[in-house]
């Protein structure tokens, strides 16, 4: 059974620091998600990392993928307050293209 | 027009009544899935089809069940819904090759 673990699960942060999201999953996968979810609204792709060392950035984001130690991390530069959000990574199956989503990482960006 | 459209957005209903929810998409994608959200829990899938003839059980497919009518439309069943089914759906779609699902704007369902 694949899990994922994301952590920490809260984060407030001040506005202009720098922080780490992490997620950890339990099985091989070559497939990575980041998606960012704002209250009551859908779910927003960020990343896709489908490599070991994949390096994707966007803005005051950044995502990195290794396979061998089956870890994602999104790093949060600078932060602002529009920041403020659900991040949620997500693996997908070697067998498919389902995914198993982590629980998601509530952000709090404040002044 | 969004490219998955999710009907109803929000529905209170009571215990044992049957639900379907529907799910449209525009894009030309096979591959569909509906997953359901509960707070603190992440999304958890609970079916999903790669294409008209193809659908798979997820993680938490007790209770539901799905028709898949079209390549366009794929829609999820609460035969006899019931309180601990409350929550927040939602269907997506994606093409082959790894790029990212697409999610629609989800169904808020609430069973009394």
């Known amino acids: 059974e694949l899990k994922v673990e994301q952590n920490p699960l809260f984060l407030s942060m001040q506005e202009g620091k720098n922080y780490t999201i992490y997620c950890n999953y339990s099985t091989t996968s070559d497939r990575l998600y980041w998606y960012r979810q704002d209250p009551g609204k859908s779910l927003e792709s960020l990343f896709v990392l489908l490599s070991n060392g994949a390096v994707k950035q966007e803005g005051r984001l950044m995502a990195s993928l290794d396979t061998k130690a089956r870890l994602s991390t999104l790093h949060i530069t600078a932060a602002v307050h529009d920041l403020s959000a659900t991040y949620f990574c997500a693996v997908g199956l070697n067998s498919g293209y389902a995914l198993n989503f982590g629980k998601g990482t509530s952000l709090l960006v404040t002044p | 027009d969004a490219d998955v459209t999710q009907t109803p957005r929000n529905r209170i209903t009571k215990t044992g009544k049957r639900i379907m929810l529907e799910c449209s998409q525009t894009k030309g994608h096979d591959r569909m899935y509906w997953y359901r959200q509960d707070p603190g829990l992440g999304l958890r899938l609970i079916y999903y089809?790669?294409?008209?003839?193809?659908?798979n059980k997820g993680e938490i497919s007790d209770g539901y069940s799905v028709s898949r009518q079209a390549q366009a439309k794929f829609s999820l069943s609460l035969e006899s819904a019931i309180p601990n089914q409350t929550a927040l759906y939602f269907c997506?779609?994606?093409?082959?090759?790894?790029?990212?699902?697409?999610f629609g704007d989800g169904t808020r369902l609430s069973i009394l």
């Open positions: 089809s790669f294409d008209v003839k193809d659908i």
């Open positions: 997506a779609t994606s093409p082959p090759g790894g790029q990212p699902q697409h």
